[in-house]
């Protein structure tokens, strides 16, 4: 069939599988170009298939030759239906691993229930006996709690007080004042179950009891903390709360691990367009006021340089990894500079409808938002027909 994005408002109901492939190929590409990196041998990513995650997955096993299982949530394609980027993501991963005679199987579930954690155990001990890496990319607006079957849904909102400010609608550039009124002890509660740490402690406790992690693993989620611009609806809103969480898990962790001389990092990384922070109002504003002023400074990143600097830079360069005074890997390094901060500040003050593709990289914004699902893929031909059904090779 020949697909065309079909977008509603945040999300885009099509994905294009020729589009999803490349943008894999060419995050292959960046990883190789940047030499090997003496890292992971066996990783467990959890949330493989779109944004963080996935360029963990493509920076472990091609940047550092490792096995990968990958666990994620994603709509396979069928006839005329074609499947979510997630799905096509996975499929060229893994053909590229696999031609690459690289280990790599994946497993198509909801990462919060038992029976996929269970499933994801059993994989890795009949296929690899232990792992040395796992890293939780999760980003999702529901969980379904393993143990209560309580179903939490997270929200995005400010605590304490009514937050105002500017937001824009990415697609027209309008940019107009938004008011969100504040969370409710319930709604934080929620957001925490479904952000915070809980599950990652889950996956960590399940792993260990199994012994299915190698003396000296590490595990790493992320994070954001951002600007004083959004932080009334950011890190000191609901979902700050449920980073809160995460941030302190990983010293639980790290608690749990310390016989196996292993450790949990949480990474701070950098705003970047991806299904999940493309729904949180207020922040593609400010990613395209970001997106401008880092790109004239030369210093603008996807998920893929984000991650393969955290591997090379961070956490595999021989020597102790550099944390914050919380504890924290911090990528976000050049996003906080204190010059790229002010302009993007004084940006904010100034932006309006009519200025922000000129003040701002709404352009940038956009194709970034198509390139998640496909299109506007430099080197892909969208006019002709393409078989919307393809295999995931590793999938068990
Ligand atoms: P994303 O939406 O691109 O990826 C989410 C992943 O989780 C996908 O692989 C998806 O299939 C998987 N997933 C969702 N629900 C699942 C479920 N129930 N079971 C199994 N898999 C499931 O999101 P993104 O942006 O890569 O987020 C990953 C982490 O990075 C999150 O913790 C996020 O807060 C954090 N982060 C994101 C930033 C951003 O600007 N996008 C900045 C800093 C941190
Ligand atoms: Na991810």
Redesign the pocket.
């Known amino acids: 069939m020949i697909i065309t994005p079909r977008v509603r408002g945040f999300i885009c109901l099509t994905s294009h599988p020729k589009g999803c492939e490349q943008n894999v190929v060419n995050q292959i590409n960046y990883v190789k170009s940047k030499g090997t990196i003496d890292g992971p041998k066996k990783v467990l990513?959890?949330?493989?298939?779109?944004?963080?995650?996935?360029?963990s997955r493509i920076t472990s096993a091609f940047g550092s030759n490792a096995a990968t299982i990958?666990?994620?949530?994603?709509k396979p394609s069928a006839e005329g239906k074609p499947g979510?980027p997630?799905w096509y993501n996975t499929a060229a991963f893994e053909k590229q691993a696999h031609e690459a005679g690289l280990y790599a199987k994946s497993i198509?579930?909801?990462?919060?229930?038992d029976e996929?954690k269970q499933k994801t155990l059993d994989l890795i001990k009949t296929d690899l006996g232990q792992v040395d890496l796992v890293i939780?990319?999760?980003?999702?607006?529901?969980?379904v709690h393993p143990k209560t079957g309580v179903i939490h849904n997270s929200v995005l909102k400010p605590i304490g007080q009514t937050f105002s400010n500017k937001t824009v609608d990415f697609h027209t550039g309008n940019v107009t004042e938004v008011s969100i009124t504040p969370a409710s002890e319930e709604d934080i509660e929620n957001t925490v179950a479904v952000?915070g740490g809980e599950d990652w402690a889950m996956w960590i406790d399940a792993l260990k009891a199994a012994n299915l992690l190698a003396p000296g693993a590490t595990t790493v989620?992320?994070?954001?903390i951002?600007p004083a611009l959004t932080e009334a609806v950011y890190r000191k809103g609901t979902?700050g709360r449920a980073?809160d969480h995460?941030e302190a898990t990983a010293f639980t962790i790290t608690d749990t691990l310390k016989d196996l001389n292993g450790k949990a990092y949480v990474?701070?990384?950098?705003?970047?367009?991806?299904?999940?922070?493309s729904a949180i109002p207020v922040?593609p504003l400010y990613?395209s006021l970001l997106y401008k002023v880092m790109k004239a400074k030369g210093i603008h990143e996807g998920?893929i340089e984000q991650i393969q600097r955290l591997y090379q830079e961070r956490l595999y360069t021989g020597s102790e990894v550099p944390v914050d005074e919380k504890g924290r890997i911090r990528i976000?390094d050049w996003e906080m500079r204190d010059d790229v901060q002010a302009e993007v500040a004084t940006l904010w003050e100034q932006a309006t409808t009519e200025n922000l593709s000129e003040i701002g990289d709404l352009a940038g914004y956009r194709t970034d938002f198509f390139n998640?699902f496909g299109f506007e893929v430099e080197g892909v031909e969208y006019g002709t027909d393409v078989n919307e059904v393809v295999e995931v090779p590793g999938l068990v």
């Open positions: 990513v959890i949330g493989a298939s779109t944004g963080f995650g996935l360029a990958g666990v994620y949530f994603e979510s997630g198509n579930g909801d990462a919060f229930s996929i939780y990319s999760l980003a999702s607006p529901r969980r952000m989620a992320y994070s954001y951002g979902i980073k995460l990474s701070v990384n950098k705003a970047l367009v991806t299904q999940a922070s922040i990613i998920t976000d998640l």
